[in-house]
Structures are given as C-alpha cells and as structure tokens.
C-alpha cells in the first residue's frame, strides 16, 4: 500500500493492546513520526530524527485508551515524501485479533531507495 504525499494513517489497534514502536532513519530531512489517540489528543508516541546513521535505533511503548491511533508521518523539508506500508493481522481459531503490526518505509526525495525512515508498529493483546 501507497501513502503518497500524505502524512497520516489510522492504524487499526484497538483500545488496551500494547504497542511496540521500532523507528530509524537515513536521510538528511528531519523526519517526525507522531502516534495520536484521536479521541483525546494525547500523544502515544513521538519522535523526531534527523540522521544519514540508523543506529542507535529508536525504540517506544505505547497503551492506547482508545481504538484507532492515528500515525503522523512528518517531513517538512521534502517536496516529495513517498510512504510504502503494509500490514499483518494474526487471529486466533475464532477471529479474535491477538497481534496487529504495521511496516512503513518512506522515500523523502526522488532517489527512490526507501531507505529515508524504516518504522514498524506492532500491538498485542496485553493483560495487567
């Protein structure tokens, strides 16, 4: 799937999942990835890179209170920000969604190398 020259993408977790966030970049553009509860406002995840070096990696957590985050993918300095994605659901023998994961690469200029932003978002089920 294609984001192409947009910035935001509903991720499909529901309330109460653990999230895991894995972030990285190589590009020379300052690259923000925000995720958003979009009910409240509130901040999940955010982080801001500017970095040609993918390490160190960046790493987050997040605990939705709400269905449906919103992912905010944030190049100001680029004419022609181009998002690849896909997605995978695992289920368990009724349906019911045990895992949600998200893989995004993104292209910041026209170098077409997909190399500028590597971000996976991954969500269990989570028991307290």
Known sequence: MIIKDKHYQTLNIPAGYFGLVTMTTQAGF??????????TGKSLFHAVRKSNNPNPVITAQFLPSNDNP????????????????DEMNVTDENGLLLSQNYVFVAEDATDKDYNDLYLAVAAWRYRN
Do not use: M, P
Request: hydrophobic share 40%.
């Open 70 to 85: 919103e992912l905010i993918i944030n190049v100001k300095e680029s004419a022609h920000l181009d998002v690849r994605y």
């Open 30 to 39: 300052e690259i923000e990835v925000s995720i958003v509860d979009t009910k």
